[in-house]
């Protein structure tokens, strides 16, 4: 049973490009969490999602952040007209279920902006 | 509202010797305790949980932790560490019985350790 792939793994962006990054959570699982850790800190919660739905988005920016997960496809999150403050590793984990304690973690996607 | 500190940013050790690492946290509702271990360049891996019972949980790798209500704790510790067991250390909390909610972590302690 693979687990939570995300793709890319290593992103470069220059300031002002979009970044997109994917998600597909586990087989079975329709619930996908997106968390940013930035340099020197632990994770933060951004978005939570069901295929579909935006769940709770309490931790995402106000602004250039958007997150989707539709019902075919992986889970996408889109930072627009990124700046170097966006630069850190994003983590996404699924769930099979809305519970908390059965979040399954992938490797991360490095973005960089230079 | 929910947070987590863990006490150390750093812990050296040397190989076989025992290691602690302190987590607190604070919250107004029941929890579910979670430690996580980051890898260089890898995502995380799920160490041990608490959700109930047994206050002493035991996870993988040899390594257990105690759940202490009374002093908002969760403590990480092994009686004797290998080289490989150098990484970061997370711990997390989330709400008991609320669904859906997200993971709140701590900072992370790095733990080294050094023959």
């Known amino acids: 049973n693979a687990g939570v792939m995300q793709n890319p793994r290593h992103l470069v962006r220059r300031r002002g490009q979009e970044a997109r990054l994917r998600c597909s959570p586990m087989?079975?699982?329709?619930?996908v969490y997106w968390y940013r850790q930035l340099p020197e800190e632990g994770l933060k919660f951004m978005v939570y999602?069901?295929?579909?739905?935006?769940?709770?988005e309490s931790g995402m920016p106000k602004e250039r952040f958007s997150a989707e997960f539709p019902k075919e496809g992986p889970s996408i999150l889109r930072i627009q007209q990124v700046v170097r403050g966006d630069s850190a590793a994003y983590f996404c984990?699924?769930?099979?279920?809305?519970?908390?304690?059965?979040?399954?973690f992938g490797p991360g996607t490095r973005l960089t902006v230079t | 509202a929910q947070s987590v500190t863990q006490l150390d940013s750093q812990v050296p050790v040397f190989e076989e010797a025992p290691v602690e690492l302190r987590c607190n946290y604070s919250?107004?509702?029941?929890?579910?305790l979670f430690w996580y271990v980051q890898y260089p360049n890898q995502g995380l891996q799920l160490l041990l949980k608490?959700?109930?019972?047994?206050?002493l949980v035991k996870g993988i790798n040899g390594f257990e932790a105690e759940f202490n209500k009374s002093q908002t704790s969760f403590h990480l510790r092994k009686p004797s560490v290998h080289i490989s067991d150098t990484a970061e250390y997370f711990c997390?909390?989330?709400?008991?019985?609320?669904?859906?909610?997200?993971?709140?972590f701590g900072k992370g302690t790095t733990l080294s350790v050094s023959s």
């Open positions: 984990a699924s769930s099979p279920k809305s519970v908390s304690y059965e979040q399954y």
């Open positions: 087989k079975g699982h329709s619930h």
């Open positions: 999602l069901q295929k579909e739905n935006i769940i709770d």
């Open positions: 919250s107004s509702v029941s929890v579910y």
């Open positions: 608490y959700l109930s019972g047994s206050t």
């Open positions: 997390a909390v989330s709400g008991g019985n609320q669904a859906g909610t997200a993971l709140i």
